[in-house]
């Protein structure tokens, strides 16, 4: 049909909400896709045993959009994090992105969120599960790398005024204990508020878990009663949670009717562009198979389709 061996070539298979996987095992038989998929035919170079096709995303925890994908790239089993990032770094250099070694993090995504953080020696496939369709996340940090052992978590931090109905920016901060108690005591450090009058709550959603200023105040889990960070209602036990807090004697702004409705519709763009960055408006056609270099039919694929397709 194309011309090429199978080692030339790549095939892609479309799911709903438009996420592809690519398919890497020859022995599947077309009974196994649905009759109402998309198949993509990529020239490009084939896997080859103990090699695994990621997806590598650029990651900026103080940017409107945090999370921005920027290649793909061939990981091999066995190969270590610090493998990956001279490969990263020299895929950047290409793209005249200036990339050190020692202030390059590597970490796993979680669907929209930051997750765990990955040292150097760690091995792929043995400490960090690979599959084909994996995502990355980098990130070029300000200073060299300060996460350099396990049983750490990194966690952004955010402070909630309710006297201005305004938050500060991101605050990253490593810990090396899981007692709420050291965290509001990190906290107060930080932020100069007494102890006895900090309180904080878990971020909720995908980062940046976004929350809507006037319900913040009440609507999450301020100050819970717990013991470690890891229950219920925090669960946190991973790298990347966001955590808001606030001083509790700080009083909230009486707002007027008229700033409530201007807060009201500044929330509602901002949040029509989030949503915009992950809503797929693909609608699904009947199983078509087509090639980098072959002309459409009409009726033609769906933009976000044709948009991958030309990839």
Not at 49 to 65: L, N, Y
Not at 167 to 190: A, G
Not at 242 to 263: A, G, H
Request: net charge neutral; charged share 30%; proline share 5%.
């Amino acid at each position: 049909m194309i011309g090429l061996s199978a080692e030339k070539f790549r095939i892609f298979r479309f799911y709903g909400g438009n996420q592809e996987y690519e398919v890497t095992r020859l022995d599947d038989t077309m009974s196994m896709f649905p009759e109402d998929g998309t198949i993509v035919v990529r020239s490009g170079r084939a896997l080859k045993p103990g090699e695994f096709r990621v997806k590598i995303h650029s990651f900026d925890f103080r940017a409107a959009e945090p999370i921005k994908f920027m290649f793909d790239l061939i990981i091999v089993k066995g190969s270590t994090v610090a493998d990956c990032k001279r490969e990263i770094a020299d895929e950047l250099d290409k793209r005249n992105i200036e990339a050190p070694l020692d202030r390059l993090r590597l970490r796993k995504k979680s669907w929209h969120n930051p997750g765990t953080i990955w040292l150097n020696n760690q091995v792929f496939n043995d400490d960090i599960q690979l599959y084909n369709n994996f995502d990355v996340l980098y990130e070029i940090l300000s200073e060299p790398e300060r996460m350099q052992s396990v049983g750490r978590l990194l966690l952004y931090l955010r402070r909630w005024k309710p006297s201005t109905y305004t938050f500060d920016h991101f605050e990253e901060v490593i810990i090396d204990f899981s007692s709420p108690k050291k965290l509001k005591e990190k906290i107060s450090s930080l932020s100069g508020i007494p102890l006895d009058q900090v309180e904080f709550a878990k971020g909720r959603g995908t980062f940046p878990c976004d929350v809507s200023v006037l319900e913040i105040q009440e609507d999450l889990d301020w100050n819970p009663t717990v013991t470690s960070l890891n229950t219920w209602p925090l669960y946190i036990h991973d790298d990347g949670a966001v955590v808001f807090y606030r001083d509790r004697t700080e009083k909230p702004m009486v707002l007027s009717e008229e700033k409530r409705k201007e807060i009201v519709r500044e929330e509602s763009t901002k949040l029509a562009k989030a949503t915009s960055r992950y809503t797929s408006h693909r609608k699904e056609k009947p199983l078509k198979i087509y090639t980098d270099a072959s002309p459409r039919e009409s009726p033609a694929p769906s933009a976000a389709a044709d948009d991958r397709k030309s990839t």
